[in-house]
């Protein structure tokens, strides 16, 4: 996405209905793509998030080039897994169809949010082309492997459908990897996009991906040959916060963190 891109008005179509279906939907999508700025994730129009509906089949998204601090609900754009408009007024993120891709074979394993940022650290990563290493316990107590980079897009891919391009590579890379298991992935050259089992986890995601990211530049730096962390701590850290004991929280099962 471009700073500088402009919402543009989609002409004759759907628009929004009072009362529509959709509008629980836009109010998850708007308030998690406000968090995007809130945690320090993007400046201006950089980054967007969506949450999706498994019901409805369709997914609202943030509008394209449309800063975050002139953003309602109402602006949000509702998409079909087929890409079309199905209510919105405005012209959906220009990453849609990356998240069509992500939500086609996530919806089905409990994927209903997805959010792409440009934030610093993790964009490092990615444009470092480096898988992110789990150095430490802040990661294993998220996610018990290295975050997966993608390879670089080639030439023939990016002049194609570039934005569905995006997404079949997060694919490639991520193989059968549980997408609730590890729910963020580096783009080479780009950026990182992560998810949740709903939009709210995925900006979550992705603020806490960025401050992993910030830790293993900090690590690396100081010691450029620092060892990942032993196994034995991977498993004791992500699975008292996500095995079948875990310890860590005061909520029922898959409310702990
Ligand atoms: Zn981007």
Redesign the pocket.
């Known amino acids: ?1 471009s700073p500088t891109r402009r919402a543009r008005k989609a002409g004759p179509g759907p628009r929004r209905a009072a009362g529509s279906r959709y509008r629980d939907l836009r109010e998850q999508a708007l308030a998690a793509n406000l968090e995007i700025p809130r945690q320090g994730l993007a400046i201006y129009t ?3 998030a969506s949450a999706f509906d498994p019901a409805l089949g369709a997914m609202a998204i943030k509008p394209s080039g449309v800063a975050y601090a002139d953003l309602s609900a109402r602006d949000m754009v509702v998409v079909d897994l087929e890409g079309k408009v199905v209510e919105g007024t405005l012209n959906p993120s220009s ?1 849609t169809r990356t998240h069509l891709v992500l939500y086609r074979a996530f919806a089905g394993r409990g994927v209903a949010g997805i959010v ?3 934030s610093t650290h993790a964009t490092g990563w990615a444009q470092a082309g480096l898988p992110l290493p789990i150095y430490g316990t802040t990661h294993a107590d998220f996610l018990a492997e290295d975050v997966p980079c993608t390879a670089v897009m080639d030439a023939a891919a990016v002049a194609g459908d570039y934005e569905a391009e995006t997404g079949r590579q997060i694919l490639e890379a991520f193989g059968g990897r549980d997408p609730l298991h590890v729910p963020m992935v580096l ?1 080479a050259g ?2 990182p996009f992560t998810w949740g089992k709903d939009a709210a986890a995925a900006v979550y995601h992705a603020a806490v991906l960025e401050q992993l990211a910030h830790m293993a530049f900090v690590t690396r730096t100081l010691a450029p040959g620092a060892p990942r962390l032993p196994p034995h701590l991977i498993s004791r850290h992500y699975e008292r916060k996500h095995g079948r004991h875990a310890t860590y929280g005061q909520a029922g099962p898959g409310e702990r963190r």
Do not use: E
């Open positions: 996405m950089f980054g967007n990453d792409h940022t440009h783009v780009h950026g």
